[in-house]
């Protein structure tokens, strides 16, 4: 009998600090998660700008490559078409991505008919319609997008990355 109520005392015991603990848990959630969105928006910043090339320059769905945040980081800049969320220019429709595959570094190609960067390591896919979302595979983030401005004169401007781009410790250069 005294047994069986040192089990009980136990269980409860138990469950109050899995109780403690989970709650603990989403505390320590909450926090970083703070510190995270306050690291994207700095990462957005510490990237130096960068002309990659001029509107004009650019056709419907053919992609040019271009080097940022430096000539050692190959990336892509894309007309689209159609307006998306993210995109830049009068018609909103131009993004950027790194072309290195968030899993392993593989340098990924463009394939026009679904607007998709792939990967050819282990084939895994990123919607550039969808700011680089991953489709497929096995990586483990989304493709790094790049933040653009377009000047009064169409020049476009390369000014950050919103995920850590393959390669580097941070996003910093
Ligand atoms: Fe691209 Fe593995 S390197 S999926």
New binding site residues.
């Given amino acids: 009998m005294k047994c069986n109520r040192l089990v009980d005392v136990g269980r409860r015991q138990f469950l109050r600090g899995g109780v403690l603990g989970v709650a603990g848990a989403a505390a320590a959630t909450v926090m970083p998660a703070g510190q995270a969105q306050a690291q994207t928006a700095r990462a957005m910043l510490d990237y130096p700008s960068s002309k990659l090339a001029n509107i004009a320059d650019l056709k419907v769905n053919e992609p040019m490559d271009i080097g940022y945040p430096d000539a050692d980081s190959p990336g892509v800049l894309l007309k689209l078409g159609t307006a998306v969320e993210g995109g830049a220019g009068p018609d909103g429709d131009v993004v950027a991505y790194s072309v290195l ?6 340098v ?1 190609s463009y394939h026009g008919a679904d607007k998709t960067l792939n ?6 896919r990123f919607d550039c319609e969808k700011g680089g979302q991953q489709i497929w ?3 483990t983030q989304n493709l790094p997008q790049f933040a653009l401005r377009v000047d009064d004169k169409g020049d476009i401007y390369a000014e950050g990355a919103d995920e850590l781009i393959y390669g580097r410790l941070s996003n910093v250069l």
């Fill in positions: 595959c968030p899993h392993k570094g593989f990924m990967c050819p390591g282990h084939f895994s595979g096995h990586s």
